[in-house]
């Protein structure tokens, strides 16, 4: 099955989008590997695409001014749409950078098409609402678990949410997302190895 009879697949199930509003999309999406390193989007560029990851593995992190450090705040993974939502939808400057940790692969669609889409079908707009909304909730979600839950239960979350994590990328990385150490991520990973 190729690439883009995956994503017709992937996108009637997510927004309900049938063959024929599919199709008019079929000429815009287009494939795009990426090396570990490099970058989906920078600091201060507009994000102009939005993608649909079918391997590998992104980070979205931001540098401190002050100290240099870098901080990761979101991961991206397979079958997730990829994008900085707010410069996308703003097509405003981005406030971080957003990073392929592995080799990655995706289908990308620019934003003018994208929009164009949204003109022709309603389909395409309940999707770009959907779209939204998941990005409204995924902001959020990261927020009050920030807030509000515990660094052992930010990790049970992350590795729900990408169980291959661990093989993918250094720990440093994984500790750098919850907000703690190294040596608590050690521990709070004996700990449920322990249970």
Not at 14 to 30: C, K, N, R, T, V
Not at 40 to 53: A, D, Q, S, T
Request: proline residues 4%; glycine residues 6%.
């Amino acid at each position: 099955m190729t690439q883009l009879a995956i994503l017709e697949q992937v996108l009637h199930q997510f927004a309900g989008i049938d063959a024929e509003h599919f199709a008019l999309s079929a000429p815009y999406w287009q494939p795009r590997t990426y090396k570990k390193g490099e970058f989906y989007n920078e600091y201060k560029n507009v994000c102009k695409h939005l993608g649909f990851i079918f391997d590998g593995l992104f980070r979205t992190y931001y540098v401190n001014d002050a100290t240099g450090e870098e901080r990761n705040v979101f991961f991206f993974g397979k079958n997730q749409v990829i994008v900085a939502y707010k410069s996308f939808m703003e097509q405003s400057p981005c406030n971080y950078y957003t990073e392929s940790m592995v080799g990655s692969t995706i289908l990308y669609i620019h934003y003018d098409h994208l929009q164009l889409l949204y003109q022709t079908s309603h389909q395409w707009e309940r999707f770009g609402r959907l779209v939204a909304e998941q990005g409204f909730a995924t902001i959020m979600n990261r927020t009050e678990d920030t807030l509000f839950k515990t660094p052992e239960q930010r990790y049970l979350n992350l590795v729900e949410a990408h169980p291959d994590i661990f093989s993918m990328i250094p720990l440093y990385h994984i500790a750098s997302y919850l907000d703690i150490q190294g040596p608590s991520l050690s521990r709070i990973r004996k700990r449920i190895s322990g249970k």
